[in-house]
């Protein structure tokens, strides 16, 4: 959508309205010693997938993730893949075995989304233990492997302390471009540029305690603040981050360089003093990318957006996720309908050690199969698309939603039960502000939801009110975009006072309600009037449909305009939404009011029967309306079940044959393996999976029975009373308007 605006600005001589998106790789150039500690890693890797190749399924997975965690530590940097390493060690070192139940254990608990890094880590550093420690049963076989690893982290100075810290490696490729990129993009000579701040995304604490420690060595003396961490849980608290995001969007705060994790980055918005962003690691989960990626490409950027990832000839693994990036970019609007395919790819990637050029083949033509596919539904969507957005600009028209209404509306419920209210100003930057005292009702409320910060007890300063968000519009680089002011608060429909206002309003439309005795549902206003019309009754009814489910189907609110001719009431006027029915000033002229109520003596018998005649019609159009829709749901709900069943069905399809595949598995095992295994430990083997099997087929049968009770409930219970009209659908007048000639003023 964004790129379709985008065409259509240029297309028009203007000026983008969203920045563009520029990915920039940065190449990496290995020296011999990190590339030894690859080499190395990669023949470990091997080793492990070949010592459990001949294992069953369960086995060969466990052997996968094995490998997988200590393989995305080192894509992040050595330092990092050194600390999980001697954890590993620590784990082959205990005296006893991990067996394969604790292995999947940690594997689910690395798994789950956490939001605190310090427990991430945990969790991790726990895994890297218990897998060293379930890998001892291989350790004779993996010895020359892991002595391989352990002399290349030797060589790079990886080795730790007696308390167990890590220093500096001698060489880190990563970081070194790292310091290069902050000193290209972000110095001017020796001091930092004014308008540049980079953002640094890794998936691990780990990484960013190692990152920040080295900029603020390679870059002493500098201010405490100038490079920031935004890391989810520990000593961050919510109200710190928010500092940190207030911070760095603040272009006179010293902060330059901000360092993150995944589980701190999502819902941050800092795009108003940055552009710049380094995926230090390049996370296998391609949503995430685009999570991170957002953090600056959003709505309020003013320039464009440069994101920058490494790679590298020297090494297949950068090198097949710096292309998965590249893809990612390229397909991010259709994203969510072929992740699978990536989560594909880096299994035969990482799993089973496919060459990293193939995969990349193989994922992209299963990237264009699945989107020819998606693109046939395409032609609907963009008709129902095109609907939509008439009906959306139908909806704004009847809502008069602007600046202007929604200010009158909350001066008017201000003054409920208090007297008129009115805001002082505009003022020149068209702000408004309260008068004096607050209305006692509802200064609780102000108070609470309003009120600026204060540095101490006291309450804080009122702020400026802005209804129109035009008003916090500014042009940077010839772009507009949104800035709001520290001193003064957006007013829009979601906001507290907003939403209290229109409550006050719809209570006061029960009779018996506190809020009706506060407001009128009579008026008399000056306003256009027909030749020949002494008035126009402006008649604004509620409309209620309910089904028999007690559901209701069909609440609306319209006005209805009548012209009065000699006392009688003509017919109908045009419909006119709420938008452009417009009315003129207040009567206060007492004979005028006299006269108006006189007039409607005359006329509400008339609309009374208006009303019983409005609300039969509207009876008639539900009921056939609701036959239409009882028809094509019906259709719709019909294929849903048949659709479902089918699946049922293809899934107990699959899950047979990968069962009776495992039997013959089993069998081979025993076969191959096992020459002196009792017949009878061969038979329960293959008997507990048939009975797996029978439990599946049970599963399936339970699922057709439950569809067929379901699909009677649905087209012979539910469907019919959804669409069944309980009544008669209700017409209530809310207000009476009469409008007197503007000639009367």
């Known amino acids: 959508m964004k790129s379709k605006i985008n065409e259509s600005d240029a297309a028009a001589g203007r000026t983008p309205r969203f920045a563009e998106r520029k990915i920039e790789p940065l190449p990496l150039v290995f020296g011999d010693l990190e590339k030894r500690l690859s080499a190395a890693f990669e023949r470990f890797r091997s080793a492990v997938r ?31 893949f050194a600390d999980s390493w001697y954890r590993f060690k620590a784990g082959l070192a205990e005296r006893e075995e991990a067996d394969e139940t604790e292995v999947k254990a940690v594997q689910r608990s690395v798994g789950e989304d956490s939001d605190d890094d310090a427990e991430a880590e945990a969790r991790a550093r726990h895994a890297a233990h218990v897998v060293g420690a379930w890998l001892k049963k291989k350790r004779q076989l993996l010895a020359c492997y892991i002595e391989q690893i352990d002399e290349s982290l030797k060589c790079l100075g990886l080795v730790p302390s007696p308390n167990g810290s890590l220093p500096n490696p001698v060489e880190d490729a990563r970081y070194a471009r790292l310091r290069g990129l902050i000193k290209e993009k972000l110095r001017n000579g020796s001091s930092w540029a004014d308008d540049e701040r980079l953002i640094i995304f890794t998936e691990y604490k780990t990484s960013l305690d190692y990152l920040v420690r080295r900029l603020r060595e390679d870059f002493p003396n500098e201010p405490e603040g100038r490079f920031r961490v935004l890391y989810g849980g520990g000593e961050l608290t919510e109200h710190h981050r928010e500092d ?205 939801e309003l009120r600026l910060p204060s540095r101490d007890s006291n309450l804080g300063p009122l702020p400026s009110l802005v209804f129109d968000p035009e008003k916090f519009m500014l042009c940077r680089n010839g772009r507009s975009v949104f800035r709001p002011a520290k001193d003064a608060v957006l007013l829009s429909l979601g906001h507290p006072l907003i939403h209290q206002a229109l409550l006050l309003l719809s209570r006061a439309r029960y009779p018996g309600t506190d809020e009706s005795q506060l407001c009128s549902r009579w008026t008399v206003c000056y306003g256009p009037v027909p030749t020949g019309a002494q008035a126009v009754v402006a008649l604004t009814v509620e409309e209620l449909a309910v089904n028999e489910l007690r559901e209701a189907f069909h609440h609306w609110v319209r006005t209805i305009r009548f012209p009065v001719i000699n006392g009688t009431l003509g017919p109908r006027l045009p419909y006119l939404p709420a938008s452009e029915d417009r009315r003129g000033a207040l009567v206060t002229a007492p004979d005028l009011v006299r006269k108006a109520r006189d007039l409607w003596t005359e006329i509400s018998p008339e609309v009374e029967k208006f009303l019983k005649k409005h609300a039969d019609a509207l009876t008639h159009q539900a009921k056939a309306q609701l036959q ?91 469907l019919p009373k959804r669409h069944a009209l309980r009544g008669f659908v209700q017409v209530m007048p809310v207000v009476v308007e009469i409008r007197l000639p503007e000639g009367n003023a």
């Open 244 to 448: 940190i995001k207030k911070a760095f969007n603040d272009p006179a705060d010293p902060v330059r360089v901000l360092t993150a994790t995944d589980a701190a980055s999502e819902g941050q918005n800092l795009q108003e003093t940055a552009r710049l962003l380094l995926h230090f690691d390049i996370p296998w989960n391609p949503s995430r990318l685009d999570q991170r990626n957002g953090r600056l490409d959003r709505h309020g950027q003013a320039r464009d957006v440069y994101v920058f990832h490494f790679t590298s000839g020297d090494n297949a693994d950068l090198k097949f996720l710096s292309k998965v990036l590249w893809k990612v970019e390229r397909i991010r609007t259709d994203l969510g309908a072929v992740s699978a395919l990536f989560d594909a790819a880096f299994e035969r990637r990482f799993h089973d050690l496919r060459d990293a050029d193939t995969v990349n083949r193989m994922l992209d033509a299963d990237i264009a199969t699945k989107l020819r596919k998606a693109k046939d539904a395409i032609p609907s969507a963009e008709i129902q698309a095109d609907s939509e957005k008439k009906a959306l600009a139908q909806l704004v028209k009847e809502l008069d939603f602007n600046p202007e209404t929604l200010r009158s509306t909350l001066e008017v419920a201000l003054g409920m039960g208090a007297g008129t209210f009115h805001f002082d100003g505009p003022d020149n930057a068209g702000r408004f502000r309260f008068p004096g005292n607050l209305p006692p009702k509802w200064k609780h409320l102000v108070d609470s």
């Open 628 to 718: 239409a829709d009882l028809r094509r749901e019906t259709d719709v709900q019909k294929d849903l079940f048949r659709t479902r069943r089918q699946e049922i069905e293809r899934e107990l399809k699959k899950q047979s044959k990968e069962i009776r595949k495992r039997i013959d598995e089993v069998l081979e095992e025993f076969r191959q393996l096992d020459l002196f295994k009792e017949q009878k430990e061969i038979d329960d083997s293959v008997k507990a999976l048939e009975e797996e099997l029978q439990r599946h087929r049970q599963h399936h049968e339970n699922m057709r029975s439950f569809l067929d009770l379901e699909e009677k409930r649905v087209l012979e219970q539910i």
């Open 50 to 80: 070949s010592a459990f190749s001949g294992g069953n399924r369960s086995e060969q997975s466990t052997g996968y993730f094995a490998t997988e965690i200590l393989n995305k530590r080192l894509l992040s940097c050595p330092y990092t």
